[in-house]
């Protein structure tokens, strides 16, 4: 065999290694009393493995070191024998090869442990901040649903109020809330009755608001309708017929044939013309 490919062949890097055949051993020794060239190679090799091996890799934290070899290692010494303190310097040279093998493999090793952890710990921290998103779009999707229903319920509300013979009907407040107060529009050709801008409290469980139309001194049921912390939007209540004036009476859910005067909350008069 030419030198040349010798010692291109890699039998040297497993001799150095310990990984060599008996025969692989023999060979590489009589080439390296032959070949000063070939002797200068497993010196070289040598040197090299050395210097990386003491070189070190980046070390991990002790905590770090202690978890993985938790992992690694789950068995302890039952043997009662005292660990055996060994001068590197006494031992032969494939023997102390050897060991600085193992050391730079197992350095290596905790090395490339320390970066799976840290990227397994940046991916658990992306997947929260991912979540965190996903919520706030969720959030945001709903403000904007809303904000969208509202402006079309404004738009309803104009496309009412544009028709040719619609009067808005405001209703103030009485005794029992001054401050509450709604809107009805109300066109007495089309008979159409809406109701919007309602502020009135949110009733007790049980109890609805409902709305009553006074035709020729009469209260006439025009529908209930709820009111709840989301906002109101313009809601079609029943049609009527020659209506002067509009109420709102608290009543028991489902409404009454008659209105609880007792319980009257607003009203408010149509004006002529």
């Given at each position: ?28 020794q ?27 890799v ?22 009662g ?25 197992v ?30 779009n ?24 544009m ?7 405001m209703?103030k ?34 109890k ?8 020729d ?33 608290l009543?028991?859910a489902?409404?009454?044939?008659e209105?609880?005067?007792s ?10 013309g």
């Amino acid at each position: 065999m030419d030198v040349n490919e010798f010692i291109s062949s890699g039998i040297i890097e497993s001799y150095i290694s310990g990984t060599a055949s008996a025969e692989e051993i023999a060979l590489v020794q009589r080439m390296e009393k032959a070949y000063p060239e070939v002797k200068a190679e497993i010196e070289a090799v040598e040197a090299s493995l050395i210097a990386y091996a003491e070189s070190g890799v980046n070390a991990p934290s002790d905590g770090l070191k202690h978890k993985i070899a938790s992992h690694m290692f789950d068995k302890k010494d039952t043997s009662g024998s005292k660990s055996k303190i060994v001068n590197i310097g006494s031992l032969s040279r494939s023997e102390k090869l050897l060991r600085y093998t193992i050391a730079a493999s197992v350095g290596l090793l905790l090395g490339l442990a320390a970066i799976v952890f840290s990227l397994n710990d940046k991916l658990a921290k992306t997947k929260s901040q991912l979540a965190q998103l996903e919520n706030e779009n969720e959030i945001l999707a709903d403000e904007l649903g809303k904000q969208e229903g509202e402006l079309t319920a404004k738009r309803n509300s104009l496309t009412v109020l544009m028709k040719p013979g619609s009067k808005m009907v405001m209703l103030k407040g009485l005794v029992l809330s001054p401050e509450s107060s709604a809107m009805v529009v109300y066109n007495s050709e089309s008979k159409t009755v809406f109701l919007d801008a309602v502020q009135l409290p949110i009733p007790p469980l049980g109890k609805q608001y409902q709305l009553w139309a006074m035709v020729d001194g009469k209260p006439v049921d025009a529908g209930v309708f709820n009111v709840n912390d989301q906002g109101f939007a313009i809601q079609k209540m029943r049609d009527m017929s020659d209506a002067d004036a509009f109420a709102v009476t608290l009543e028991e859910a489902g409404g009454r044939p008659e209105p609880t005067m007792s319980a009257m909350y607003l009203m408010g008069s149509v004006q002529p013309g």
